[in-house]
Structure formats: C-alpha cells, structure tokens
C-alpha cells in the first residue's frame, strides 16, 4: 500500500494528535475520515484482488496437466503474497512433481501447511479466537477530550459523540415483518365474461 504526500502529512498530524491530544479543527476531521476511506478503499481492493487471485489458480489447478507452468508460476505468487496451501494444493503438486519447480513447491507448501496447522491447533487449544476482519475506522470530532467527557457519567455527550440508546425490549418478529395479507380473488363478474 502506497500513500500519496498529502495521505502522509494527514497520517503524521493524525500520529501526532495521537500522541499530544488536543482539539481537532474540522478541517483536521475531514482530512482524518478522508484518509481512513481511502485506507478502507485500499483494503477493500486489496481483498477483491486476492479473491480473484485465488479464483485464479483455482482455475489453473482444475485445467491441470495442460496448465502446470501456469499454475505453477501463479502458486508462486500466491505463497509469496502469504497464501496457505491447501490439500488440493498439495495434491496438484505431488501429480506434478516430477519437475524441478513441483518438486521444490511442494516441498515449500509442505512445510507452510505444517506450520499452519500447528498454528490453528495450538490456538485451539489456547482457545484462542482467529482475529475478524478490520472494522471500519472512525474518528471522533473534537479529538480525545469529547470521547473521554461523553464516557463520563453525568457529562452530556459532544457533538460528535451521541448518546446511548435507552433499554428497550427486543422487538417481536410479528412487529419487525408484519403478517403478508394475500391479494384478494378477481371479482367473479370478469370471470363470467372472460
């Protein structure tokens, strides 16, 4: 991920406003939500990038023999991008692997898909959750001091920060989706002269 020279003074006021809180002009706001919707943006691409990478050599794998060099060279920047081989993987490549490149990959994605079940095993059993997707960033108008004096009680809440919702019972599904009334029946007159 690249930053532009105007991305990079924003992120260095935003990383010194961090560090030394103060107020925010909204000036300073709109220049923070502008950079976090485009490191959003970023992200976002760079997922729709990888989905289709990974469409990709799964296409190359199902045509394989015909598309081993194929394969083979989009695997390679598949591991090198942080792609865990899958057992399909593996077996495409022991089909393959009387070639020099097979041979060496698969010895690679061995090894990966080792590690990679050691790693998910070992959270398991630390009960460890697999970290979600990275929300949305946010940031809040006036800096620190409106999110710490609005977390406070008997303080009102700033601008940009608005106040908590107050108890209210979980709706019924009969008042969230009302009942579908069915269309009434043609009258029976056209019926006759139709």
């Known amino acids: ?11 260095r006021r935003a990383l010194a406003i961090a560090l030394h809180p103060m107020s925010l002009s909204d000036e300073d706001v709109q220049d923070c939500l502008r950079l976090a919707g485009s490191v959003d943006e970023a992200v976002a691409e760079a997922g729709r990038l990888r989905a289709f990478l990974l469409a990709d050599l799964s296409r190359y794998r199902n045509a394989l023999p015909g598309s081993a060099t194929g394969y ?3 695997l390679q920047d598949a591991l090198a991008a942080g792609y865990d081989p899958r ?4 077996a495409a490549l022991r089909a393959l692997r009387g070639g020099p490149l097979a041979a060496a990959l698969l010895e690679r994605c061995q090894v990966l898909a080792e590690r990679s079940v050691r790693a998910r095993l070992a959270g398991r059993a630390a009960g460890a959750a697999a970290p979600g997707p990275r929300g949305r960033l946010l940031a ?13 009680p008997g303080v009102p809440a700033g601008p940009g920060r608005p106040q ?11 008042e969230v989706f009302p009942p579908r009334r ?7 007159e056209e019926r006759a002269a139709g």
Do not use: Q
């Open 164 to 174: 908590k919702p107050a108890d209210r019972p979980m709706p019924k599904p009969s």
């Open 182 to 188: 069915r269309p009434a029946p043609p009258p029976s």
């Open 140 to 152: 809040l108008p006036g800096g620190r001091a409106v999110a710490r004096a609005a977390d406070r």
């Open 72 to 74: 083979l060279e989009l």
């Open 87 to 90: 057992p399909d993987d593996l």
């Open 1 to 11: 991920m690249a930053f532009s020279a105007d991305e990079l003074r924003v992120l």
